[in-house]
């Protein structure tokens, strides 16, 4: 089983950027797919993105088309998150997930991913 750690939230102004990182151990990371999802107080657990395991495939909620772009690199067990132009709405507690599969498909459900972090706490002040 792989363990995950996500890095680099924090406070930013609207219209700003962070990039997240959630890095693997435990397991060789390109033998999984990964997801960013993220929970605001009092809301369920939503997608924002996901990549399969040589990124090769990638998707997005609609919410953050256009301004979050999901990456990896596999040689640092590693996956990315740019987030840019930050909104008020985006501010959330941003988890990563883990499934392991080399199936290209892109999973969006919380029930999809079987390894977590414990999350990285985004806030955009407006």
């Known amino acids: 089983q792989v363990q995950l750690v996500e890095s680099g939230g924090g406070l930013v102004q609207t219209g700003g950027s962070l990039r997240l990182s959630c890095t693997a151990s435990?397991?060789?990371?390109?033998?999984?797919?990964a997801g960013w999802f993220r929970q605001a107080p009092g809301k369920e657990r939503e997608f924002v993105t996901g990549?399969?395991?040589?990124?090769?495939?990638?998707a997005y909620a609609d919410s953050v088309k256009g301004r979050f772009t999901i990456s990896r690199d596999n040689a640092k067990n590693t996956v990315y998150l740019q987030m840019n132009s930050l909104k008020p709405e985006d501010t959330a507690v941003y988890f990563c997930?883990?499934?392991?599969?080399?199936?290209?498909?892109?999973?969006?459900?919380?029930?999809?991913?079987?390894?977590w972090g414990q999350g990285t706490q985004v806030t955009v002040s407006s």
């Open positions: 990549i399969n395991w040589n990124g090769g495939s990638t």
């Open positions: 435990g397991d060789t990371f390109s033998h999984y797919a």
């Open positions: 997930g883990s499934r392991g599969t080399y199936a290209y498909r892109i999973y969006t459900t919380v029930k999809d991913y079987h390894n």
